[in-house]
């Protein structure tokens, strides 16, 4: 099966402090993989997108940024978080079908 | 500017009302559509998808929706709720990109 592995589950930050958030998939190659932010009220926002090693495409600006260093890694990081950092972030990954499974997420508490 | 339009924020009925949810969308040309479900807890779900064709599609758990072209409507169904339909609900439209698209959801409360 295929499965989406997100580290950590919970972390809670306090602003200034760097951020990794780390996204794995198992039982697919080259997928198409993606970061998205869920906050109370305001649905589900995309902050990246990956179709490959390297490859990666930013919706929105911010001073987060991702990386994917291998075909089935896919990170989120920050230099310094702000306390509108704080959310749930979700990795998702896109098979050819069209629609987006999802990982169990990582809750970051900025303070 | 493109949207996904979920105009019911939150929603409460009793067990075995009947449930329409409304998602509306402004893309121009051809969209797959999509309903999510995140139950208290849990990942987010795929409900049901359209891509082409009938354009009533029958998702799991009961749960059916319609595609309306003309009014840019893909409102999520359900005969008759339960308790453990209690949920968030999340309507999401692809057009041309990589990327899904999502309403802002809507929070369903089934009371006993």
């Known amino acids: 099966s295929q499965t989406i592995h997100q580290w950590p589950a919970t972390l809670v930050q306090p602003v200034g402090s760097p951020l990794s958030l780390e996204c794995t998939v198992e039982?697919?190659?080259?997928?198409?993989l993606y970061w998205y932010r869920q906050a109370a009220g305001r649905g589900l926002q995309l902050l990246f997108y990956?179709?490959?090693?390297?490859?990666i495409s930013s919706e929105v600006p911010q001073n987060l940024s991702a990386s994917r260093p291998q075909d089935r890694q896919f990170i989120l990081s920050s230099k310094k978080l702000l306390l509108s950092d704080s959310g749930f972030y979700l990795c998702?990954?896109?098979?050819?079908?069209?629609?987006?499974?999802f990982g169990e997420g990582s809750r970051l508490t900025v303070l | 500017a493109q949207s996904v339009s979920q105009h019911n924020h939150h929603v409460i009925l009793s067990e075995a009302a009947s449930l329409e949810l409304g998602c509306n969308y402004s893309?121009?040309?051809?969209?797959?559509l999509f309903w999510y479900v995140q139950y208290p807890g849990q990942h987010l779900q795929l409900l049901l998808k359209?891509?082409?064709?009938?354009?009533l599609v029958k998702g799991i758990k009961g749960f059916e929706a319609e595609f309306i072209k003309s009014k840019f409507s893909f409102n999520l169904r359900k005969p008759s709720v339960q308790w453990s339909d209690t949920a968030e609900y999340f309507c999401?439209?692809?057009?041309?990109?990589?990327?899904?698209?999502f309403g802002k959801g809507t929070s369903l409360l089934v009371t006993p």
């Open positions: 990956s179709v490959g090693i390297g490859q």
């Open positions: 998702a990954r896109r098979p050819p079908t069209g629609e987006l499974f």
């Open positions: 359209y891509f082409s064709g009938d354009p």
């Open positions: 999401a439209v692809k057009n041309s990109g990589y990327a899904l698209n």
């Open positions: 039982g697919t190659s080259n997928p198409n």
């Open positions: 893309y121009g040309g051809t969209v797959n």
